[in-house]
Every structure is written in structure tokens, then in C-alpha cells.
């Protein structure tokens, strides 16, 4: 059984060792934790992705300092306070930074501050003087800072002077004509979702900048992705442009269309691309799609064509993620089947024999989270596929399809099992293979292989990262 994350409210060494594997690359949420030791925080700070840890109030030094080598987006939200030696362990992580618990910010952690690279969340702030503007102004990534409600000239100009980078001021419902001279020479992204209504000479001075995100002001761009039904090639060169951290996931989830000339544009994006909300795939949008170097997410892609699945097969990027897949017609498995690299299809419930031989000859990490069962020819099937296979939902199997899967070469996922379904010698097939993860008897944690933990690998990522 997988440990349920959130639900943990103490974690011990080796279960963080098994979220971290288990959540490889992905969204990991021990947000249940009020307080984390060294070892643990550790542990925790390898883990590649999102990691939220929104409950911790407290941190020591030492665990700071592990949190700081972290990779991707750390969430500490409820971390009310942080000294400088913290503050400066935490300004080296790389990714973006919340501490939306701080509720005010002494200049000297400022200082430590804004030295951090990428996005940084301060949204506990209620108020800001000119001299922490100077200071933050400093920093070069994006600024979170939608705990204002007001803001002054002088801070404002400080504040913009930072070439194309974000800024967030979403709790300002207005502000004086000053602010908005300043605000228009900024030339990054400006979120003001809280302005219902600007005075005249403020309204005439933004409007049509092409750089602000918010939906009460006439020709503004929505980028965000909840609302963008649609992308010209314009529009979508802009938020290529803003968008420079690639370690955050480019989230167009509301996009419903995606012409071969947007396309062309978005795969500038190096980092994951994600396009939640498209039902429909063309073939020339695939063949587009295909050239991106980055991971590629569809979850309402229900179904595919053969000429689109021949063509996005061939994507080169680290995962090709269709968990929007209901169906697989054996000509678009063996398509898919020729694809290399991590392929996830954990919308996929039911697998035929012939469909479970297109992907026999797949080279790379495999992904049928969605599975809770499968015929002996399946799995015999199946057993020839070398690399990650992810098994994870499939309950109970044979003694036959057991011999052919203990077979399998690479790490195989049978978390799901239930071994009182299994018989002894079935179990004992399983145990001798140490890539092979699955129950261990008596406890829900699992056994991860030799080393007590999962080694690096292109296994299936966890739900699409977000922000905590």
C-alpha cells in the first residue's frame, strides 16, 4: 500500500525515503507535518519536484540547510519565522521559495533573501517600506507579495526596476495614477487579479500592455491557465518570455485548442508542458508537439489517432504522460509501443492481449497505474518489456502471470497487491526478484529493492505539480 502522504503527522527516516521514492520527479505533500528533524528533512530535501511542507512553524539551522539544496518548488507556508543563518541556508535552494508565514521581514533577512534564484512567495506580508523594496528589488526572480492591500509610490518604483520579472500584487483592489506610471514601465509580468476598477488616467496607462494578468482590464492577456481557452502564436511567445523558470511546469489547462503554429512556439519551453484541457489531438499539432525536449502532459485526451499516436510517439523528452486515455486500439498501442522515454497511461483500465504486445518492445519507463487486472497472456506480454513498468492498482494474479512478471528485467511496481490472494510460491517468485516492489508482509511500507530506496530511474511521475 502507498503511504498516504498528507496524512502522515510524524515521519520517520525510512517512510520519507519511501515518499521520495515513490513520488520521484513529482508533487510530494507532507503538509500533515508540524515539525520535521534533521535526518528526515534530508531525506526529504532529494526529492526532485514540488515538495510542500506547509505545516512545519519551526525549522533548526541544520534542517534549513538540507531544504536549501532541494531542486523545485519548496512550500513552507506556515513557517513563521527564520533567522539569518536560515535564511541564508534557504536563499541557495533553486526553485520557487513560499514562506507566506513570514509576517514581517527584517532587512537583514531581506539581505539573505534576495539573493535566492527564482520565484519567491512572501504573501504574509501585509505592509513594505522603500528600504526592504531596495533590498528585495535586488532579487532576480519572481516576487509573490499578494498580502498588500496598498502600496506606495516610492515602493512601487522601487520594485519595478527589475528587468522582465514577475510580479504579484493580487490583493491591491486599486491604486493612485502614480503607481500606474510606475507599473507601466515594468517589463515583466504583472498579476493584479484583486483591481475590479481603475480611475481613468490609471485604466488608460495599463490597458493594452500586454502584460498583466488580470480580467477587469480591456486587452490584457490572461495567462493564467484556468482561463486561457485559447493561444495565438503572440500571445504564447509572451509567456514563453516571462515563464523562465523551467523547473515550474508551463500549466495551460484551460486550452481547448492548440494550433501547429502555437505549438511551434510553446515547445521553446524546454521544462514540462502541461495541456490539461485539450480533448482533441490533430496530427500536425503532434508532429509539432513532438520536438519539445521537455515532458508533455494530456489528461482529457480520451482517445487518439493512428496518424496523431505515430507521430507524438516520437517525442524525445523524459515523459510523455496520456492518463486521459481510455481506450487503445492495438494499431495505436503499437504506435505508442515504439515510443522511448517515460510513457504514463494510467487512465487505461483494461488491457487486450493484443494492445499488451504493441507494448512489449517499448523502451523506457511504462506507466498502467490504472490496471487492477490482467490475463496470463498480459502479463507474459508485459514481462518483455524492459525498463520501469508500473504496475501499482493491480490487486491479485495468477501463479502463471506471477512466473511470467517475476521475470520482468527493471524495476516493476506491485504496490497493490494483496498478498493473501497470492499462494506462497507466487509470493516467494516475486521476493526473489529485488526489483520488484511491492507489500511487504504485515506493514503497509514497501520493499523498495536492494538499497532500502528507489535508485534513479525514469519512473512515473506523481499528480501534476501545482502550486501548494
Given amino acids: 500500500?502507498?503511504?498516504?502522504?498528507?496524512?502522515?503527522?510524524?515521519?520517520?527516516?525510512?517512510?520519507?525515503?519511501?515518499?521520495?521514492?515513490?513520488?520521484?520527479?513529482?508533487?510530494?505533500?507532507?503538509?500533515?507535518?508540524?515539525?520535521?528533524?534533521?535526518?528526515?528533512?534530508?531525506?526529504?530535501?532529494?526529492?526532485?519536484?514540488?515538495?510542500?511542507?506547509?505545516?512545519?512553524?519551526?525549522?533548526?539551522?541544520?534542517?534549513?540547510?538540507?531544504?536549501g539544496r532541494h531542486s523545485g518548488s519548496l512550500y513552507l507556508k506556515k513557517l513563521s519565522s527564520i533567522n539569518e543563518s536560515q535564511a541564508f541556508s534557504l536563499a541557495k535552494?533553486?526553485?520557487?521559495?513560499?514562506?507566506?508565514?513570514?509576517?514581517?521581514?527584517?532587512?537583514?533577512i531581506a539581505h539573505k533573501l534576495a539573493f535566492h534564484e527564482g520565484g519567491l512567495g512572501l504573501d504574509?506580508?501585509?505592509?513594505?517600506?522603500?528600504?526592504?523594496?531596495?533590498?528585495?528589488?535586488?532579487?532576480?526572480?519572481?516576487?509573490?507579495?499578494?498580502?498588500?492591500?496598498?502600496?506606495?509610490?516610492?515602493?512601487?518604483?522601487?520594485?519595478?526596476?527589475?528587468?522582465?520579472?514577475?510580479?504579484?500584487?493580487?490583493?491591491?483592489?486599486?491604486?493612485?495614477?502614480?503607481?500606474?506610471?510606475?507599473?507601466?514601465?515594468?517589463?515583466?509580468?504583472?498579476s493584479l487579479e484583486g483591481i475590479k476598477h481603475l480611475p481613468g488616467k490609471a485604466k488608460e496607462l495599463l490597458e493594452g500592455l500586454g502584460k498583466i494578468s488580470n480580467p477587469n482590464i480591456r486587452g490584457v492577456w490572461e495567462v493564467e491557465s484556468d482561463k486561457c481557452i485559447e493561444l495565438s502564436p503572440e500571445d504564447a511567445q509572451l509567456l514563453i518570455s516571462r515563464h523562465i523558470d523551467t523547473k515550474v511546469p508551463l500549466q495551460l489547462e484551460g486550452l481547448i485548442t492548440l494550433s501547429p503554429e502555437t505549438a511551434q512556439v510553446i515547445i521553446n519551453f524546454t521544462g514540462e508542458i502541461i495541456l490539461g484541457g485539450l480533448t482533441s489531438?490533430?496530427?500536425?499539432?503532434?508532429?509539432?508537439?513532438?520536438?519539445?525536449?521537455?515532458?508533455?502532459?494530456?489528461?482529457?485526451?480520451?482517445?487518439?489517432?493512428?496518424?496523431?499516436?505515430?507521430?507524438?510517439?516520437?517525442?524525445?523528452?523524459?515523459?510523455?504522460?496520456?492518463?486521459?486515455?481510455l481506450t487503445l486500439p492495438p494499431e495505436v498501442a503499437g504506435a505508442l509501443g515504439d515510443h522511448e522515454g517515460e510513457l504514463n497511461l494510467d487512465g487505461i483500465h483494461s488491457l487486450t492481449d493484443k494492445v499488451a504486445a504493441g507494448f512489449a518492445k517499448h523502451k523506457g519507463g511504462l506507466s498502467f497505474?490504472?490496471?487492477?487486472?490482467?490475463?496470463?497472456?498480459?502479463?507474459?506480454?508485459?514481462?518483455?518489456?524492459?525498463?520501469?513498468?508500473?504496475?501499482?492498482?493491480?490487486?491479485?494474479?495468477?501463479?502463471?502471470?506471477?512466473?511470467?512478471?517475476s521475470k520482468h528485467e527493471g524495476w516493476l511496481y506491485?504496490?497493490?497487491?494483496?498478498?493473501?490472494?497470492?499462494?506462497?510460491?507466487?509470493?516467494?517468485?516475486?521476493?526473489?526478484n529485488t526489483d520488484i516492489s511491492m507489500p511487504d508482509a504485515g506493514t503497509s511500507l514497501n520493499v523498495l529493492g536492494p538499497c532500502g530506496r528507489r535508485q534513479k530511474r525514469q519512473g512515473p511521475s506523481a499528480p501534476v505539480p501545482r502550486r501548494a
Fill in 124 to 190: 504574509g506580508l501585509s505592509t513594505i517600506n522603500r528600504t526592504t523594496a531596495e533590498i528585495l528589488s535586488r532579487h532576480e526572480g519572481g516576487i509573490s507579495l499578494n498580502g498588500l492591500t496598498s502600496l506606495s509610490v516610492d515602493v512601487a518604483q522601487t520594485l519595478v526596476t527589475q528587468t522582465y520579472r514577475e510580479l504579484s500584487f493580487n490583493m491591491l483592489e486599486t491604486f493612485s495614477d502614480d503607481v500606474a506610471i510606475a507599473f507601466s514601465t515594468h517589463q515583466g509580468l504583472l
Fill in 93 to 108: 535552494h533553486q526553485g520557487y521559495l513560499v514562506l507566506s508565514g513570514l509576517l514581517t521581514l527584517s532587512d537583514s
Fill in 1 to 67: 500500500m502507498t503511504l498516504n502522504s498528507i496524512a502522515l503527522k510524524i515521519c520517520s527516516v525510512t517512510q520519507a525515503q519511501t515518499l521520495v521514492a515513490e513520488s520521484q520527479h513529482g508533487w510530494l505533500d507532507v503538509s500533515g507535518l508540524e515539525s520535521i528533524d534533521d535526518a528526515v528533512a534530508e531525506v526529504l530535501a532529494t526529492h526532485e519536484g514540488e515538495l510542500a511542507l506547509n505545516g512545519i512553524v519551526q525549522l533548526t539551522d541544520k534542517a534549513a540547510e538540507y531544504l
Fill in 281 to 325: 489531438l490533430s496530427p500536425e499539432t503532434a508532429a509539432v508537439l513532438k520536438e519539445s525536449i521537455g515532458s508533455l502532459s494530456f489528461a482529457s485526451l480520451e482517445t487518439l489517432s493512428l496518424a496523431a499516436a505515430l507521430a507524438i510517439a516520437k517525442h524525445k523528452g523524459p515523459s510523455l504522460k496520456l492518463n486521459g486515455l
Fill in 414 to 432: 506491485l504496490r497493490g497487491l494483496d498478498l493473501s490472494t497470492l499462494s506462497e510460491s507466487a509470493i516467494e517468485l516475486l521476493r526473489n
Fill in 369 to 405: 497505474g490504472g490496471l487492477t487486472s490482467m490475463s496470463d497472456t498480459t502479463a507474459e506480454a508485459l514481462s518483455h518489456h524492459i525498463g520501469m513498468l508500473d504496475l501499482a492498482s493491480i490487486r491479485t494474479l495468477s501463479d502463471k502471470a506471477t512466473k511470467s512478471l
